[in-house]
């Protein structure tokens, strides 16, 4: 379709869905309003850049600078430009630039929003103070470097105990810190059932991370973060608290939210607009386990989801077709993934379920560097249709979950998977991959 497509937001979902676009319609205009300077980098490798395993910068984080849209996809990518006011009706997005303290207004024919997420900070006392960090943008990670830099950041304390604030946790111990971890909820990794979580939370203390399960923060000063059993030190404050869409121009514009204030979509990444698109951490997806939408604000479904909605923009036909709640990291030397739904999920959802967990290694047993492996899988009572899995495990262990993953988007059941045909040698696994040995035990309690 010729005309002028405007991209409000430069990282995975924007640039995903422009680049696409521009593929498929060489004759649309393509303008990309960006706040920060960086476009299309990874925010997932900020707390490895922080923990020093990765050098060069903030600039090593960045997939594809902004003059290798405008050389090479011919997109008119303008950074540090904010979208300040969307009118739908009239087809315009107001702009201010920030380089030059100038606003302005620019018409579209058809409008993206990739927005993204920003961390939760909680209305608490002193909350805005500098020392007390989120990390969501590059330009997040630079101003928490320069603040780390600045400081002796001997004493760091992390506010959360998701995949966020661990992997910071853990990239400050690497730097030499003091790292205090403080979690409200009676486990690490709420995305895990406790009883795989503890496992995590125990790596979190081998490491050296002070772990404080059941304490929540309740007001910070210069130095100190008040937690409710009492003050504790620090230098540094960062937040892991989650995140919330970033969708208050599209709200203003009228446009339809739904799960924690996130962007409806339909299964071609069109909002509620006819001509406005969305995609990544601001719009829901359709979980394909529980057949609800949900808010999972993770790159893996910005990028895909930029994709969909930039074939879609660029005149060509693409459908989104939903998630299974996927996630993997590493923290402290212990690989930690998920997939399908928890127990708490499961009960949100009304499945019954039954599950199993088991022990094993990572490479047959008398291999060199085999380590340990926990699988606990889940599958519905009757017919045993697969719904989750969780691991916990060392090196080797957690992209398993990818098998568990593709099953779930098949539909298999526990007896499928036992059934699948999966690869092996003593370097990579135990003849009977610890995957199976779980669906197996799990189809006992069916
Ligand atoms: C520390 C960390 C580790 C992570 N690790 C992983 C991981 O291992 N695996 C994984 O899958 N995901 C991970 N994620 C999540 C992943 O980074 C996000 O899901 C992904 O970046 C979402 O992409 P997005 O384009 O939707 O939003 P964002 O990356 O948030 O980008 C949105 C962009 O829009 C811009 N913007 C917002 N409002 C405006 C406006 N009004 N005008 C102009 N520009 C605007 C922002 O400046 C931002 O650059 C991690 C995130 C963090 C913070």
């Not at 299309?40 to 923990?51: K, Q």
């Not at 929003?113 to 805005?128: C, F, K, M, S």
């Not at 074939?311 to 212990?334: D, H, S």
Request: hydrophobic share 40%; aromatic share 4%; proline share 5%.
């Amino acid at each position: 379709m010729p005309g002028r497509l405007v991209v409000i937001g430069g990282d995975a979902g924007g640039m995903a869905a422009a680049a696409q676009a521009r593929r498929r319609d060489a004759s649309l205009e393509i303008v990309a309003l960006e706040r920060g300077a960086y476009t299309s980098y990874s925010a997932c490798g900020i707390p490895y850049l922080v923990g020093g395993e990765v050098t060069g910068g903030t600039e090593a984080l960045v997939a594809r600078t902004p003059q290798v849209f405008r050389d090479d996809l011919r997109i008119d990518v303008r950074t540090r430009h904010e979208a300040t006011g969307i009118d739908l009706e009239a087809g315009k997005v107001e702009v201010r630039n920030h380089e030059h303290g100038r606003s302005f207004s620019i018409g579209f024919d058809q409008l993206h929003l990739a927005t993204g997420a920003r961390p939760v900070r909680p209305d608490l006392p002193g909350i805005d103070l500098p020392f007390v960090h989120g990390v969501q943008t590059l330009g997040d990670a630079d101003e928490l470097l320069a603040h780390v830099r600045a400081v002796d950041c001997t004493r760091v304390v992390v506010v959360g105990g998701g995949y966020i604030g661990l992997e910071m946790a853990e990239a400050f111990v690497n730097r030499g810190s003091k790292v205090t971890l403080v979690e409200s909820a009676p486990h690490v990794l709420g995305s895990l059932d406790p009883d795989m979580a503890g496992r995590v939370g125990d790596a979190l203390r081998r490491f050296g991370v002070d772990v404080r399960t059941g304490v929540s923060v309740e007001s910070f000063e210069p130095g100190v973060a008040h937690t409710s059993v009492g003050p504790l030190a620090a230098d540094v404050v960062v937040l892991g608290l989650g995140v919330t869409p970033s969708n208050e121009l599209a709200v203003e514009a009228g446009l339809a939210t739904g799960v924690k204030g996130a962007l409806v979509v339909d299964q071609r990444q069109r909002t509620s607009h006819e001509a406005t698109f969305a995609a990544g951490d601001c719009c829901e997806s359709f979980h394909l386990v529980s057949r609800r939408a949900v808010h999972i604000p993770l790159g893996t479904h910005a990028n895909r989801q930029g994709r969909v909605a930039g074939i879609n923009l660029g005149g060509g036909y693409a459908t989104f077709p939903g998630v299974v709640g996927t996630a993997i990291t590493k923290v402290c030397g212990t690989e930690v993934a998920r997939t399908g739904l928890n127990e708490r999920e499961c009960k949100e959802a009304g499945l019954g379920f039954v599950s199993a967990t088991i022990d094993a290694t990572t490479k047959a047993g008398y291999y060199p560097s085999t380590g340990p492996i926990t699988v606990k899988v889940l599958a519905q009572p009757g017919h045993g249709r697969l719904l989750g899995a969780q691991i916990v495990g060392e090196a080797g262990a957690a992209k398993r979950i990818d098998t568990v993953a593709v099953a779930l988007h098949a539909g298999f059941t526990a007896d499928d998977l036992l059934d699948a045909d999966l690869a092996y040698a003593p370097p990579f696994g135990p003849v009977w991959d610890p995957v199976a040995v779980a669906a197996r035990e799990v189809l006992k309690q069916l």
